[in-house]
């Protein structure tokens, strides 16, 4: 059902005919004699100054040479009126069902006007609008609705509003537009990417996420780092392009730099064992599942050998200073080693902390 709109009044929408007749009223012409004076039938001017018809491109050249006023101020005139009255009748199309979704959407309305993709001060029924646009969707109940190809990683346990998980999605697709990669994933040149990806985590000095995006887009993989909003407990979000190269969003909602960087291996694992594909829609990707045990063991073996992770635990040495060195012997960073010996229970959550790294959305 259609809700009525509290913004502009369809009574402020002025016809542009009306200007014409204010104007001859002004001047003491009648509609016969500009008629006569035009060339243009009087039924058409009178149905123009009725508002019954718009100003044709003709009628707007006769007007110049017989009031002496730029045909381009009735185009115009004509333009404005046309654009204003589509906007009205635009938001006259907003249901009551999206007035309930904008509320959930608020997060992601906040952070769109910080990202200035709308002006900071609208009111809700122009929200409603301002999103359509930006998100290109003609109906904010169409959200849910959105299946684009790839895979997903989620965590069952937390709420998942579905018009918020559908605007997270359309964003990722929106910014995958974005696309610089060109040349073709290749898994051959998996562990030439797996040490470098490694060099960009010991960086001292570096921009992280544009590092990581020209490193990936290198080897055939744009990636991108998605603000993440209540109601999408989404980690991580991947799908292959027509041309064989793939698209990487991952979210820093976890905030901890070891859970980021597994989560970015486990999606190139995905990538390197087939798991998505040109033909594949959505998928959910809980830990149960055969394909994301096997992404599980991508990350973990990449990151840290096995080989070497095997003797590191069997000399049951856990002091700082020999995580320090079989993490340097690894070529990672202390904190993917404490957190594995955290997941795994070898540490506490509270042990090394101070060498636990977060990240925080910085735009």
């Given at each position: 059902?259609?809700?009525?709109?509290t913004?502009?009044?369809?009574?402020?929408i002025?016809?542009?005919?009306?200007?014409?007749?204010?104007?001859?009223?002004?001047?003491?012409?009648?509609?016969?004699?500009l008629?006569?004076?035009?060339?243009?039938?009087?039924?058409?001017?009178?149905?123009?100054?009725?508002?019954?018809?718009?100003?044709?491109?003709?009628?707007?050249?006769?007007?110049?040479?017989t009031?002496?006023?730029?045909?381009?101020?009735?185009?115009?005139?004509?333009?404005?009126?046309?654009?204003?009255?589509?906007?009205?009748?635009?938001?006259?199309t907003?249901?009551d069902?999206?007035?309930?979704?904008?509320r959930?959407?608020?997060?992601?309305?906040?952070?769109?006007?910080?990202?200035?993709?709308?002006?900071?001060?609208?009111?809700k029924?122009?929200?409603?609008?301002?999103?359509?646009?930006?998100?290109?969707?003609?109906?904010?109940?169409?959200?849910?609705?959105?299946?684009?190809?790839?895979?997903?990683?989620?965590?069952?346990s937390?709420k998942i509003d579905?018009?918020?998980?559908?605007?997270?999605?359309?964003?990722?697709?929106?910014?995958?537009?974005?696309?610089?990669?060109?040349?073709?994933?290749?898994?051959g040149?998996?562990?030439?990417?797996?040490?470098?990806?490694?060099?960009?985590m010991?960086?001292?000095?570096?921009?992280?996420?544009?590092?990581?995006k020209?490193l990936?887009?290198?080897y055939?993989?744009?990636?991108?780092?998605?603000?993440?909003?209540?109601?999408?407990?989404?980690?991580?979000?991947?799908?292959?392009k027509?041309?064989?190269?793939?698209?990487?969003?991952?979210?820093?909602?976890?905030?901890?730099?070891?859970?980021?960087?597994?989560?970015?291996?486990?999606?190139?694992?995905?990538?390197?064992?087939?798991?998505?594909?040109?033909?594949?829609?959505?998928?959910?990707?809980?830990?149960?599942?055969?394909?994301?045990?096997?992404?599980?063991?991508?990350?973990?073996?990449?990151?840290?050998?096995?080989?070497?992770?095997?003797?590191?635990?069997?000399?049951?040495?856990?002091?700082?200073?020999?995580?320090?060195?079989?993490?340097?012997?690894?070529?990672?960073?202390?904190?993917?080693?404490?957190?594995?010996?955290?997941?795994?229970?070898?540490?506490?959550?509270?042990?090394?902390?101070?060498?636990?790294?977060?990240?925080?959305?910085?735009?």
């Amino acid at each position: 059902m259609a809700a009525k709109i509290t913004g502009i009044s369809r009574d402020l929408i002025i016809h542009p005919g009306k200007t014409i007749g204010d104007i001859l009223g002004a001047r003491g012409i009648s509609q016969v004699e500009l008629a006569n004076s035009t060339g243009i039938s009087a039924a058409y001017i009178s149905n123009v100054i009725a508002g019954k018809k718009n100003i044709s491109a003709k009628f707007a050249q006769a007007l110049e040479y017989t009031l002496n006023i730029p045909k381009s101020f009735w185009l115009n005139l004509q333009a404005n009126y046309d654009a204003e009255l589509l906007e009205y009748m635009e938001a006259e199309t907003i249901t009551d069902d999206e007035r309930k979704i904008i509320r959930s959407l608020n997060p992601i309305i906040k952070y769109l006007k910080g990202k200035k993709k709308f002006h900071a001060m609208v009111e809700k029924c122009e929200s409603v609008l301002m999103v359509r646009q930006v998100l290109r969707v003609s109906n904010l109940a169409n959200l849910p609705n959105i299946v684009p190809q790839g895979a997903f990683r989620m965590e069952d346990s937390k709420k998942i509003d579905p018009y918020v998980l559908g605007a997270w999605l359309r964003m990722c697709q929106l910014y995958g537009e974005q696309s610089i990669a060109t040349t073709k994933f290749d898994s051959g040149k998996i562990d030439e990417l797996v040490s470098k990806l490694k060099d960009v985590m010991m960086a001292k000095d570096g921009d992280l996420q544009n590092d990581l995006k020209e490193l990936m887009a290198n080897y055939g993989i744009d990636f991108f780092i998605i603000k993440n909003f209540q109601g999408a407990p989404v980690q991580g979000y991947i799908k292959q392009k027509n041309d064989g190269t793939y698209q990487m969003f991952l979210t820093i909602r976890r905030a901890y730099a070891d859970i980021f960087w597994f989560s970015l291996f486990h999606e190139l694992g995905h990538i390197v064992n087939g798991d998505v594909s040109k033909n594949n829609k959505f998928i959910d990707m809980d830990s149960s599942r055969e394909c994301e045990k096997k992404a599980d063991e991508f990350a973990s073996k990449n990151l840290l050998s096995i080989e070497g992770y095997d003797a590191f635990l069997k000399k049951k040495d856990f002091s700082i200073s020999a995580i320090k060195k079989f993490a340097d012997q690894q070529k990672v960073m202390p904190y993917v080693v404490i957190g594995r010996l955290q997941k795994e229970k070898y540490l506490s959550y509270q042990q090394y902390s101070s060498y636990k790294l977060k990240y925080i959305w910085a735009s």
